[in-house]
Antibody
C-alpha cells in the first residue's frame, strides 16, 4: 500500500509541468487523493483533493486558479499541473490520501514521498 | 479560512521528559476533527492522531491527544529519541482543511 510520486523536476519560469501520484496496493474508489505543498523550510499547506472515481476536485482558495488537479482512474493516478510556473512554486509537493465518507475521514492517513519542484532561470 | 496557531514554535527537551504541544483554532471547531502529524527531516509527514484523540495505527501509547472547540493538545508522555521531529496539527472540519505552522521538538 503506497502512493508513488513522480521524480524531481527542474523547470524555468513560464514553463508548464504536470506531476503525478499513483495509488498502489489499494482501491482508489475508497479514497480521495490530496496535494500538500511544503515550501523550503516551511510548513504544510493544503492545496486540494480529487476523487478519481468521478474526477471531482476541490481546491483551497489559495490555490484555486493557480494549479489544476486532475486524475485518470484507469491507472489510479492523480496529477498536479501548472500552466506557467513561477519561482515561488519551488517546493516539495506531497500527495496523500483520505477515506471517502465525509468530514470524519478527511485526515491524511498515507503520504507519498514527495516530488521536489525547482523553478529557476 | 480557519487559522491554526501552534505553540511553542520550538520545544527543547531531553529524552524521557514530557512534551505538551498546543494548537489553537481561530474559530471554534464544531466537531473534534483535528489531526496531528509528525515530520522528520527529509521524510514525509506521518499521521499520529486523528479525531483529536485517536492514535493512528502503529503509534505508541506515549502519544495522546485531547481538546475541543478552539484548543487542542498533543502530549508525548516520555520522549524517546525517535520522537524529536516537527509536529503539525490540521483541522478538517471546515474547508479548506488547514494546517498549523508546526512545533519543532528538539533535543535539549
Amino acid at each position: 500500500v503506497q502512493l508513488v510520486q513522480s521524480g524531481p523536476e527542474v523547470k524555468k519560469p513560464g514553463e508548464s509541468l504536470r506531476i503525478s501520484c499513483e495509488a498502489s496496493g489499494f482501491s482508489f474508489a475508497n479514497y480521495w487523493i490530496g496535494w500538500v505543498r511544503q515550501m523550503p523550510g516551511k510548513g504544510l499547506e493544503w492545496m486540494g483533493v480529487i476523487y478519481l472515481g468521478d474526477s471531482d476536485a476541490r481546491y483551497s482558495p489559495s490555490f484555486q486558479g493557480q494549479v489544476t488537479i486532475s486524475g485518470d482512474k484507469s491507472i489510479s493516478t492523480a496529477y498536479l499541473q501548472w500552466d506557467s510556473l513561477k519561482a515561488s512554486d519551488t517546493a516539495m509537493y506531497y500527495c496523500a490520501r483520505h477515506r471517502i465518507g465525509g468530514n470524519p475521514f478527511w485526515y491524511f492517513d498515507l503520504w507519498g514521498r514527495g516530488t521536489l519542484v525547482t523553478v529557476s532561470s | 479560512e480557519v487559522v491554526l496557531t501552534q505553540s511553542p514554535g520550538t520545544l527543547s527537551l531531553s529524552p524521557g521528559e514530557r512534551a505538551t504541544l498546543s494548537c489553537r483554532a481561530s474559530l471554534s471547531l464544531t466537531s473534534d476533527y483535528v489531526a496531528w502529524y509528525q515530520q522528520k527531516p527529509g521524510q514525509s509527514p506521518r499521521l499520529v492522531i486523528y479525531g483529536a484523540s485517536t492514535r493512528a495505527a502503529g503509534i505508541p501509547d506515549r502519544f495522546s491527544g485531547r481538546g475541543s472547540g478552539t484548543d487542542f493538545t498533543l502530549t508525548i508522555s516520555s520522549l524517546e529519541p525517535e520522537d524529536f521531529a516537527v509536529y503539525y496539527c490540521q483541522q478538517y472540519v471546515f474547508s479548506p482543511r488547514t494546517f498549523g505552522q508546526g512545533t519543532k521538538v528538539e533535543i535539549k
